[in-house]
C-alpha cells in the first residue's frame, strides 16, 4: 500500500508528513496492545532544552482539522497547531546505542537536542 496523505480542505499540499516503512510496522507492532480503531498522533509543544519537543501518544480520535498520513496499515494523526512545524518531515522508528524511540527528521529545525525529541526553529 503505498503513503496515502489525507487533508482536510483547512490544509495546503504543501503540508506533507512522511511515515517510514519501519515506523509503519512499528506502530502496527505497539497497536497490538492499544484499543482496537487507536492511531499514533505527534504533537509539537513548548518545552524540551530546545524549545519545542516532539509527543507521541495513541488516540482513537480524528479531529477534523488533523492532518491523517496512512502507511502499510498504520495510521498517523497531526493536528492543525504542529503542523507548521512538522510539514515537509518524516517518521521512522530507530534502534541504536541510544535505545528504540520514534525520530522526527525535520527539515524546519534549525537546532536539535542529542536525544532527537526537542528542537527549535529559527
Known amino acids: 500500500m503505498e503513503n496515502e496523505t489525507i487533508m482536510s480542505d483547512s490544509q495546503h499540499s504543501s503540508d506533507c508528513f512522511d511515515v517510514t516503512e519501519r515506523a509503519a510496522r512499528r506502530i502496527l507492532s505497539i497497536l497490538n496492545d492499544e484499543p ?3 492511531m499514533l498522533r505527534v504533537s509539537v509543544s513548548g518545552g ?3 524549545g519545542f519537543q ?3 501518544t495513541f488516540d482513537q480520535q480524528r479531529n477534523a482539522d488533523d492532518l491523517s498520513v496512512e502507511k ?3 495510521t498517523v494523526l497531526i493536528d492543525s497547531v504542529s503542523l507548521p512545524f512538522v510539514a ?3 517518521l521512522d522508528f530507530v534502534d541504536d546505542l541510544m535505545g528504540q524511540s520514534f525520530r522526527v527528521t525535520n527539515p ?3 537546532a536539535a537536542c542529542g536525544c532527537g525529541t526537542s528542537f527549535s526553529i529559527g
Open 48 to 50: 524540551g532544552c530546545s
Open 54 to 56: 516532539y509527543g507521541f
Open 88 to 90: 515537509g518531515s518524516t
Open 108 to 110: 524546519n529545525a534549525t
Open 72 to 74: 502499510n496499515g498504520a
Open 36 to 38: 482496537l480503531g487507536s
